[in-house]
């Protein structure tokens, strides 16, 4: 059986739109395997090459100074690119995120991740609870998952929560028990979510009972003293 991967990213930046000026500054990823951490993470604090709005320091505390110090996007580009793989990405608010990753890959001629690989998980939640919030914090704390060293926004440890979030969205940790070949995409609730190619569908295999099995059943059933069944009406 192949494991499934996953990849539950988050990020940091200036402001909201790439389009008018605005960089990543901290991308935090962690990997999972059949929906249970395996421990490799990838995180990068990443210089903009521009200041850091006072609106943007109040939500993740990363200074224009601090980043000064840190590589800029294309020097960690392409370990980022190594790292996520063709494996699908667990974001929240997906379409926020990309827009800022593939317009960066873009700038540097570099191949950019199609939606398709994105499992959203702020779309999932609004499938699965009507009504209600559908803030990382709000799904933490109607979850359980624990988010009290969350002070600040932080590329890792969203991407942590998240994964928490997600697993718990999912029905808890390995929902499956790893008994299905999931190559297609990821299992959430029982369903697969896929990841741009349908699963192939099989048709029901039947398989007919002989009559020396059908004798050998009879006989066993017998057996069996004061039947269930035979109280039942």
């Known amino acids: ?32 395997k059949n929906h249970v951490p395996t421990g490799r993470v990838f995180h990068q604090y990443i ?17 224009t100074e601090f980043l000064q110090s840190h590589p800029t996007f294309d020097k960690i580009a392409k370990d980022f690119l190594e790292f996520v793989g063709e494996h699908p990405l667990i974001i929240h608010n997906a379409p926020f995120d990309m827009k800022f990753i593939n317009y960066q890959l873009e700038c540097l001629e570099l191949p950019q991740i199609p939606m398709t690989r994105t499992i959203d998980t702020l779309k999932l939640a609004r499938q699965k609870y009507k009504g209600g919030r559908y803030s990382l914090d709000a ?11 969350r002070v600040k926004h932080g590329a890792l440890l969203d991407a942590e929560l998240l994964a928490d979030v997600y697993l718990e969205m999912c029905g ?3 929902p499956d028990f790893g008994l299905g070949d999931n190559t297609s995409g990821s299992i959430c609730n ?20 002989s009559e020396a099995e059908k004798l050998a059943h009879a006989a066993f059933l017998q057996k069996i003293k004061d039947p269930m069944w035979k109280k039942v009406g």
């Open 190 to 209: 029982g369903t697969v979510i896929q990841q741009g190619t349908p699963a192939k569908i099989y048709p029901v295999r039947t398989f007919a009972v």
């Open 139 to 149: 799904l933490c704390q109607r979850l359980g998952v624990d988010n009290s060293n």
């Open 172 to 174: 808890g940790r390995q």
């Open 1 to 32: 059986m192949l494991a499934t991967i996953e990849i539950v990213l988050d990020t940091e930046t200036t402001g909201l739109d790439p389009a008018f000026g605005h960089r990543l500054v901290e991308i935090g990823c962690l990997e999972l």
């Open 47 to 63: 210089n903009p090459e521009r200041d850091v709005p006072e609106d943007a320091f109040r939500v993740h505390g990363l200074s």
